[in-house]
């Protein structure tokens, strides 16, 4: 027996937004119902596109889809994001779940109101290095990690915090699953009005300490993860999807002097586009009716992080009197 086709909808068409059009177009058992979109000229340019119809407003995906990306700036996602799930539509989210933690509960309850998917895009989780590398996760005691991007003018209405370095916050509580107990941090606005670069140290009650830096005004990408735990260390690529896994062994020989040998894996990892593995498990949770990988309480854990990444960000500026960023909670 054929499984009906999974109708959906993607509200919100910009460059993250026609990026889910794209691959839902491409799944099997997936019907694209219809685009969303505030700017009436890209939801036809779109919806010509990728042989779609714009719709005029949500109002018309109730009856009509059984679930959709939302993919409008982070302000907009609770507000947006409750009027489908009252719809009884499941829902993926961009990353950030919203713009606080109490949107973020709004969210998650009504969601559970409606016994609604809602899962958030925290598309890394789905990268095939990590795939990879949490299958090994014993107890790592320290990350060191990097991601940086060139300036863009896309996703500037959130701190980098929010917009980069939270993928790396929400990994870290899916590794670790650990309270924080103690955290520093330092960000800088460059190009914009909001932190544009940021560093921070944040110490787990299990003994990992975390380094991470986040920037979009790097000269150069890159995406790497790198942490260490007993006889180990594991180095990450997000941007290639590779694992390199260096262990230490005991020598063997006939003396206690034997050198220890050192062991080079590559971890396998097939390469997909995280985003088309996201959304398959997406749609595998509409079918089932199981709960995401990403769910809302996972999302508001690393929202909440962020926040107190923020705030140290925030105290660390007003300590030094930095300049001319007035700390204000940036978002």
């Known amino acids: 027996m054929t499984e009906k086709p999974i109708r959906v909808a993607v509200v919100g068409v910009g460059d993250f937004g026609r990026n889910h059009v794209r691959v839902y177009r491409e799944m099997p058992g997936v019907t694209l119902a219809g685009i969303v979109d505030i700017n009436a000229d890209r939801a036809k340019a ?32 609770a507000r947006i994001g409750t009027r489908v799930l009252e719809r009884r539509i499941d829902l993926l989210v961009e990353k950030p779940i919203a713009a606080s933690l ?29 795939v990879a590398a949490e299958k090994i996760v014993t107890r790592p005691l320290f990350f060191e990690i990097h991601r940086l991007g060139v300036f863009s003018p896309r996703s500037l209405d959130v701190d980098v915090v929010y917009d980069l370095m939270i993928h790396d916050l929400d990994i870290l509580l899916a590794f670790l699953d650990s309270p924080v107990t103690d955290l520093r941090a330092v960000g800088i606005p460059v190009m914009t009005d909001k932190v544009d670069i940021a560093h921070a140290r944040i110490e787990f009650a299990s003994g990992a300490v975390a380094n991470l830096t986040a920037s979009r005004v790097s ?26 896994r260096v262990r230490v062994q005991p020598g063997v020989g006939l003396t206690h002097e034997a050198e220890p040998q050192v062991n080079f894996e590559k971890l396998p990892a097939e390469p997909e ?31 909440d992080l962020a926040d107190r990444v923020m705030t140290g960000i925030l105290e660390h500026a007003r300590r030094v009197q930095l300049g001319t960023f007035a700390p204000q909670g940036s978002r």
């Open 273 to 303: 586009e995280p985003l088309r593995a996201e959304l398959r498990a997406f749609l595998e949770s509409v079918r089932t009716r199981r709960q995401p990988r990403v769910d809302g309480a996972a999302a508001r854990r690393a929202l």
């Open 102 to 130: 109490e949107e973020a509960d709004a969210l998650i309850a009504a969601a559970e109101r409606g016994g609604r998917i809602l899962q958030v895009g925290h598309l890394e989780r789905f990268n095939p290095a990590i």
């Open 219 to 244: 000269t150069e990408k890159v995406r790497k993860m790198r942490f260490f735990q007993e006889h180990e260390y594991i180095s990450l690529d997000f941007t290639r999807q590779d694992v390199l």
């Open 46 to 77: 779109v919806a010509a596109e990728f042989g779609t119809q714009a719709l005029p407003d949500i109002s018309a995906l109730a009856g009509n889809v059984d679930a959709v990306s939302l993919a409008v700036p982070t302000i907009e996602h």
